[in-house]
Structure formats: C-alpha cells, structure tokens
C-alpha cells in the first residue's frame, strides 16, 4: 500500500503550506499518539521531541506537544539537538518513540517532521500506515484525566555528547590535532565542537551561530567552500563539516580537499579490515561510486548496493548483518556504534581509523572516483521510457563492460528521467548518457 503523507525520511516541505502547517502537525502528532496507545494498551507512551535552528520549530513543537498530549502520549522536550541525539536518546530513556523536527539539509524555509520507534530505531512501513489511517479520521482529544504531560529537560545535549565520545577508542585521544568544525548554523551547534575539543583537539568552530533564518546558508556538509576556505586559514589539520540536522559529514584536509561520503566509508571500512574486524562488508547505493567498490573488492571487502536513501542503506545493512553503509552525500552508518547515521560519531570513527592506519585522508584514499555524467531527461506523464530506453541501454552497457555502470531511475519529486552513466574516462561516460537520454527523448 503506497503511502499518502511519508516520503523516504518522514514528512517534509515548506513552512506555512501544506502539510508544514500548526493544523496538520497537531493532527500529525495526535495520529503517532494514537497509533502507539493503540499498540500496548494499558500503558501511557511518552515520546522525546527534538529540532534543529529554524525559526519554525517553536510553532511545529507547540503544535506536536497539543496533538500528543491530546492523544494521552507524555512529552519530553530537548530543544535543539541533532536527529542522532534524539534517536540515541529514544533508546537510552527507553521511550515508546523520539520525534526530530528538521529539514535536515534544506533551507530555512522549508521544515520536517522525522519519527522514530522504541529504541531510536525508524518507523516501520507497518506504523507509517498505522499513522496515516489515524490522520484519515477525525481528530479527537481525550478526556483531561487522561491527556499526557509535557515537559522540558535538562542536560539532555551532555548525554548525547558523552555517548558520541564514548564510540572513539579508550586508548586515543585527539591532542596535537587542528580541526575546524562546521555545524551548518544547525542542530550541532552546541554539541559537536564540544566533543572534538573534549577528546583532545583545538576547534575553531564555524557556523555555531544560529538565528533562526542562517542554516545550512553558504555554509555546512552541502557547502563546503566555506570549511575549505577556513582550513587553509587556519592551518587546521582537517575540516569537518555536518549538515543542519547533524546527521551528514562531508571532510576537508589540511590542503582543502573535499573527502564525500564515498571516500569516508572506504577510510572506516579500510581501518576494519587492517584491524581484522569481523563487519560483514559495505553497503553503498546504485549511486556509489564504481572506483570505490572495484577498491574494496580488492581488499576482500564485499560490496553491496542499495536504493537511494539511508534507510534502504540501513535495511540492506540488517538483512545482511553488516556494519557499515551510507552514501556519497555524507550519510555514514557505522551500526557498530549507532543505530542511525550520525555526522559527529562518523567524524570520530574517520580519525580513529587514520590513527590506526598511520595515514591522513590523502594516503588513505588509494582511488580516484570515475567520471559521472547525469542528465535529466523530462518526460511525459505515463510515457514508457523503459521501452524507449531498452536498446540504447544494452549497446551503452555492452561496450563500458567492466569499464563502467549505467544507473537508469526515475525522480521521486519531478518529471524527469535520471541517466547516471560512471565509466574509466569522462568521455565515455558522457558518450553512453547522451546515447541513452537520446533514446528517451525520441521516445516521447
């Protein structure tokens, strides 16, 4: 059954229009109370409820806490702090449920409602549905002896930073070592520097002043000319940038080169098997890159891909009981330290693994990334692209070989085709994308 209200990562959009409105989030919050009161019967749920800088959280937070405690689920408040934190927190408090409000990396504009189940982990197809038929009926507030309570607590932000510096090895430290540390004007404002500072670093910290208005504004893991710009200036060792809501890490070195997310997973995964750490292997997506696996391999590492998205990462992750995933945009799940991917903790384990390694990020990269080329080709409403696609697909495919990868998908969000054609030289790759993105127009 297709969902009405949920995309990959909870609900999200632009403040003040549908489904970001007081109105619909009120009904959203008494619909998630509801579906858990409904799951165990006789017990009073409480929830944790956490968000990132925008201007717009203290009206979707009042708006949840009146749908919640309508519903008789208990609240627990935070205020900011990064979605990790809150999944960690679910967990540790052993809660029925956590909620995270963010638009992680968007602008400030827009806003976003992420749930987690008991033990921080994310909602299941099952209660997605539960919640949507919930919001299909009308509201309805129970009577005042058994409507939930709220309330705000404090040191919330301590815990979750003594649990992320609890995943970096006992016997290290990060003395001698200067990093910049980049929090997007974002739920890590105040946690992540305190934490490398905790282990032994000098931080110089960037983007640690939010207004409401500034996040991920020219700054942070989807900017990272402003981290490159401020390594070089401050002679830092490296740069670590997160996202608004904390969860995503993009890296700079001492020479302001940019290390994504593909080239992170590779350092961790690397440092595993050095160690001979029993992780399973690494799952990437369709979108990680073909150099990266090709390099693995060549470690005995096995390799696998799934959807684009961190929880399709996470569920190929389960079924397989492997370690370590995550995609090239910064999202790093290191399930031996954490149930979600956390941009702060994956910082830590990339250090550790360049101690362990006796390498900085330059040296431990032992790839260069193949050429990409994408093009987005619109299409028409029900037109078969598929068909259209078929022949130019299989020639394009039959001459790269093992000298590339095809990567056909349609956009979730607009009309387009996306041709991703990853080959040996850029010539090739851009060769095979037209090739192909040819057909589907011709097609039309």
């Keep these: 059954m297709a969902r009405k209200y949920f995309g990959t990562d909870g609900i999200r959009g632009e403040v003040g ?4 409105t007081p109105d619909f989030v009120m009904k959203l919050g008494c619909a ?11 017990h009073t749920p409480t929830v944790i409820i956490g968000k990132d800088t925008r201007i717009s959280g203290y009206m979707l937070e009042t708006a949840l806490v009146a749908g919640f405690t309508a519903a008789g689920v208990s609240v627990v408040q935070t205020g900011p702090l990064p979605t990790p934190g809150i999944a960690y927190l679910t967990r540790a408090l052993r809660l029925d449920g956590g909620v995270m409000i963010s638009a992680s990396h968007n602008a400030f504009s827009d806003n976003g409602i992420k749930f987690f189940a008991e033990g921080g982990v994310k909602l299941s197809d099952e209660m997605e549905l539960a919640i949507e038929a919930e919001l299909d009926k009308e509201m309805q507030t129970l009577p005042s002896r058994q ?4 309330k705000r607590i404090s040191g919330a932000d301590d815990r979750y930073i003594e649990f992320c510096k609890s995943t970096f090895p006992a016997n290290m430290n990060l003395r001698g070592l200067k ?8 739920a890590g404002y105040h946690t992540a520097p305190k934490v490398f500072h905790e282990l032994g670093a000098e931080v110089i910290s960037i983007g640690s002043e939010p207004n409401g208005y500034n996040i991920n504004d ?9 981290l490159q710009a401020a390594v070089l200036q401050h002679d830092a060792d490296y740069g670590i940038a997160l996202d608004g809501d904390g969860d995503r890490l993009m890296m700079v070195d001492k020479n302001g080169v940019v290390y ?35 390099a693995l391999r060549a470690r005995g590492i096995e390799f696998a891909r799934a959807k684009v998205g961190d929880r399709y990462v996470l569920e190929q992750l389960f079924q397989r009981q492997w370690l370590i995933g995550g995609e090239a945009s910064g999202h790093i799940l290191c399930l031996d330290k954490h149930n979600t991917g956390d941009g702060t903790i994956s910082a830590l384990q990339v250090l550790a693994s360049l101690k362990i390694l006796k390498q900085d990020l330059h040296e431990a990269i032992d790839w260069q ?5 994408m093009i987005n080709v619109r299409i028409e409403k029900g037109q078969d692209w598929q068909t259209a696609s078929q022949a130019a ?26 041709v991703m054609v990853e080959a040996e030289s850029a010539i090739l790759a851009e060769k095979g994308a037209e090739h192909i993105a040819q057909a589907i127009r011709a097609g039309s």
């Design 17 to 20: 229009q549908f489904p970001i």
């Design 32 to 42: 998630f109370g509801r579906a858990l009161v409904k799951a165990d019967a006789g």
């Design 147 to 150: 409507l939930g309570r709220a």
């Design 179 to 186: 990093l910049v540390v980049d929090t997007a004007n974002g």
């Design 218 to 226: 020219k700054i942070g893991a989807t900017y990272p000319k402003t």
């Design 260 to 294: 994504d997310g593909d080239k992170l997973i590779y350092v961790i995964a690397k440092a595993h098997a050095v160690q001979g750490l029993a992780f399973g292997g690494v799952v990437g997506t369709v979108m990680s890159n073909l150099a990266m696996e090709k």
């Design 369 to 373: 990334p193949y050429p990409q080329t």
């Design 393 to 418: 697909l299989q020639a394009v495919e039959q001459e790269l070989g093992e000298r590339g990868r095809v990567v056909l998908r349609a956009s979730g969000t607009e009309p387009v085709v996306r």
